[in-house]
Each structure stands twice: as structure tokens, then as C-alpha cells.
């Protein structure tokens, strides 16, 4: 069964430090997708991660993928405010059309 | 625009009476799917659906019904509602499954007393 470990669950950082969320999973994938989700609004899809060593950027997050160590993560460079949200990674299992989601990571950036 | 629309945004109701919650997309997407989102949970699929006529259990079906007959429409029916299905709610759609980009209704707040 596939099951995915999200942490650390809670995070508040100070604006202009880096932080790394961590995502791990138990079988095999071929396919992550990282979210956001804004209080109170529905999930924006961020990164989907799709081979081993893949590494997409978008302004201040860096995600990565390492599938031989069933790992995921979600670097934040010099955070700001609009940061603060919800982030999930969510994770497909190899050829096969079965999905789990990790548990959240709630950040706060704080002045 | 390309949306998944879902109503009601908020519902509070009472233990044992039915309700539906409404799930339409206009993207001619043939995969749907229902999750339920609680806290340090993540969000659990409930129901999906690959097409129309065409529906599975997730990993939470209990207490849940869905079906499929038109390709843009997949409501969430609560039989008999309890307060433990208490939850917020997303429909999401994709073009063929969980291997396309997965696009998410605005979410239902469902309280059941």
C-alpha cells in the first residue's frame, strides 16, 4: 500500500530564511505533484515531478525528486509573506492510475 | 473558463437527512473524483469516476454515494449523513486520471449535527 509521509507538518519561518518540506513515500512512483492550498481555497497544483533528478523552479520554490529514495522535497528560498499556505505533495503510484496525498504542511511566514 | 464548479460552498445540516452536493466541470474531462480533506489527514478520495456510467470506491466510500451520468456531472450523495462526515469537500476532475493535472472545485464545508 502506498503511503506517504509529509513533514514537518507545521512550519513558521522568519521572511527571508530558507526551509526545506520533506516528502517521503513507501512503493514505487513514477509521478508527484506538489500543491497549494490557501486558507479557505480549493488546491492550485504547483510542480508535478515526473523521472528521477527531476527539478522544477518556480520564483522562490525549488522542487526535486530523488525516486531512489522515494523522496520528495520543497525548498523555499528567502520566504516571504505570500508564501504562507498550505503545501502538499501528492504522490501516483508506478503505472497505475492510484494517488496519495500527504498529510499538509502548514506555513506561516512571519514578518 | 475552464472550471470545476461545486455547491453548496457551505452546508450545515442534522444527522439522517439526505443530502447532495453538486459537481459540475466543463472541460469535457472523462476522469472525476471526490476527496474529503481533515486536518493532518490530507485529503482521502472518496469516489471516482473514469467515465460516465463508470464509478469506483476510493479509500473512504462508507456512508457515500455517487454517480455518473453525464460526462460533466458527479454528485456527492449523503444517504444518511453522520456527524462524523463533518468535513471539507473537493470535487476534482482530469482529462483521462490521476496521471493528467488535476483540476479542484472551490471545496464544500459540510457540518452534520
Known amino acids: 500500500e502506498l503511503k506517504v509521509e509529509q513533514n514537518p507538518l507545521f512550519l513558521s519561518m522568519q521572511e527571508g530564511k530558507n526551509y526545506t518540506i520533506y516528502c517521503n513515500y513507501s512503493?514505487?512512483?513514477?509521478?508527484l505533484y506538489w500543491y497549494r492550498q490557501d486558507p479557505g481555497k480549493s488546491l492550485e497544483s504547483l510542480f508535478v515531478?515526473?523521472?528521477?533528478?527531476a527539478v522544477k523552479q518556480e520564483g522562490r520554490l525549488m522542487a526535486s525528486l530523488d525516486t531512489k529514495a522515494r523522496l520528495s522535497t520543497l525548498h523555499i528560498t528567502a520566504a516571504v509573506h505570500d508564501l504562507s499556505a498550505t503545501y502538499f505533495c501528492?504522490?501516483?503510484?508506478?503505472?497505475?492510475?492510484?494517488?496519495?496525498f500527504g498529510a499538509g504542511t502548514r506555513l506561516t511566514v512571519k514578518p | 473558463e475552464a472550471q470545476v464548479t461545486q455547491n453548496p460552498r457551505y452546508l450545515i445540516t442534522v444527522t439522517g437527512k439526505k443530502l447532495t452536493v453538486t459537481c459540475s466541470q466543463n472541460?469535457?474531462?472523462?476522469?472525476m473524483s471526490w476527496y474529503r480533506q481533515d486536518p493532518g489527514l490530507g485529503l482521502r478520495q472518496i469516489y471516482y469516476?473514469?467515465?460516465?456510467?463508470?464509478?469506483d470506491k476510493g479509500d473512504v466510500p462508507e456512508g457515500y454515494k455517487v454517480s455518473r451520468k453525464e460526462k460533466r456531472n458527479f454528485p456527492l450523495i449523503l444517504e444518511s449523513p453522520s456527524p462524523n462526515q463533518t468535513s471539507l469537500y473537493f470535487c476534482?476532475?482530469?482529462?483521462?486520471?490521476?496521471?493528467?493535472?488535476?483540476?479542484f472545485g472551490s471545496g464544500t464545508q459540510l457540518s452534520v449535527l
Open positions: 476534482a476532475s482530469s482529462l483521462t486520471g490521476v496521471r493528467e493535472k488535476l483540476f
Open positions: 512503493t514505487t512512483s513514477d509521478r
Open positions: 515531478l515526473l523521472s528521477n533528478g
Open positions: 501528492a504522490v501516483v503510484l508506478y503505472n497505475n492510475n492510484d494517488m496519495r
Open positions: 472541460m469535457n474531462h472523462e476522469y
Open positions: 469516476s473514469m467515465n460516465v456510467e463508470v464509478t
